[in-house]
Nanobody, 127 residues
Framework: QVQLVESGGGLVQPGGSLRLSCAAS????????MGWYRQTPGKERELVAV??????????NYADPVKGRFTVSRDNAKNTVDLQMNRLKPEDTAVYYC??????????????????WGQGTQVTVSS
């Protein structure tokens, strides 16, 4: 099985910064795309930033509201993906979820490639 564990959420004042981290563990063969999504009550989960596996740092894609403020990065050796959030705004308040597309060896089923989600971490931007 594959598990994703997030950390780094919390309360921050507008204009402040937070860094979220997500670590993948388990019977991992390879991790392809990784990224961050967020959700507020009554709304659908939305993409924040994604990063491909790539040969080096990977290519990135950001939602328009966070461009220029957020930076996604990954460490392929550690199976981690981070989200550096700067100049935070109240509208960034949400539960943030890590997602990874993982190729893993599943007992009895062989190699499978599936999406996995973390449990979510709350980010609150408020004065």
């Amino acid at each position: 099985q594959v598990q994703l564990v997030e950390s780094g959420g919390g309360l921050v004042q507008p204009g402040g910064s937070l860094r979220l981290s997500c670590a993948a563990s388990g019977s991992i063969f390879s991790i392809y795309g990784m990224g961050w999504y967020r959700q507020t009550p009554g709304k659908e989960r939305e993409l924040v930033a994604v990063i491909t596996s790539g040969g080096g740092a990977g290519s990135t894609n950001y939602a328009d509201p966070v461009k220029g403020r957020f930076t996604v990065s990954r460490d392929n050796a550690k199976n981690t993906v981070d989200l550096q959030m700067n100049r935070l705004k109240p509208e960034d308040t949400a539960v943030y979820y890590c997602k990874a597309n993982v190729g893993a060896i599943v007992p009895g089923r062989g190699f499978r490639r599936d999406d996995y989600w973390g449990q979510g971490t709350q980010v609150t931007v408020s004065s």
